[in-house]
């Protein structure tokens, strides 16, 4: 491979490294053709940008990367797939749907400006994406709101109940 096409996408993974917020090292080794096939349009659908890269080029990123990447220069063996996203648990979700045949297998991650290992899916399905967050806090939220209305509500009819007794009773 000429060095102006190695430079070309080391400047590529960067940008992506820039444009994504998370990404997870994958082993796709083991998958023949059709699963391949199959784990793409499933990291389509999820909006999952899945790219082969030879782990020299990927280190290469990282190095020139604004953030400290080493500690995932060790899962750089073999072959490797990087997986990138702006929603953190989406690839640890279709992951784990792979997770009884064990391919593609989980090397490492960066989601939520954290390091994760192979051994940490379930920490990684677990972690909640900005929209849920965003929706649970307005949950919260809304809750005390929607119980005070409720309570004055109930009171109002309560009032005007009482009220009504009192005004049909005879005196």
């Not at 297998?105 to 990684?124: H, I, R």
């Amino acid at each position: 491979m000429k060095k102006e096409l190695k430079d070309t996408i080391i400047a590529e993974l960067g940008q992506k490294l820039q444009d994504y917020a998370h990404f997870y090292l994958v082993d796709v080794s083991g998958l023949n053709a059709e699963k391949t096939s199959d784990f793409r349009r499933k990291c389509f659908k999820n909006e999952i940008k899945m790219v082969v890269v030879k782990n020299t080029l990927l280190h290469k990123a990282f190095e020139a990367s604004d953030i400290d990447f080493s500690e995932i220069y060790g899962s750089l063996k073999g072959s490797t797939a990087v997986l990138f996203t702006n929603t953190a648990n989406v690839p640890a979700k279709l992951l784990k749907e792979y997770t009884k045949e064990g391919i593609p297998a989980l090397k490492a991650a960066y989601a939520e400006e954290g390091f994760y290992g192979a051994n940490q899916l379930e920490e990684l399905v677990a972690i909640k994406s900005k929209d849920e967050v965003i929706a649970e806090i307005v949950s919260l939220l809304q809750s005390p709101t929607k119980n005070v209305i409720s309570a004055l509500q109930s009171g109002a009819n309560t009032i005007h109940g009482v009220l009504k007794t009192l005004g049909e009773r005879p005196e």
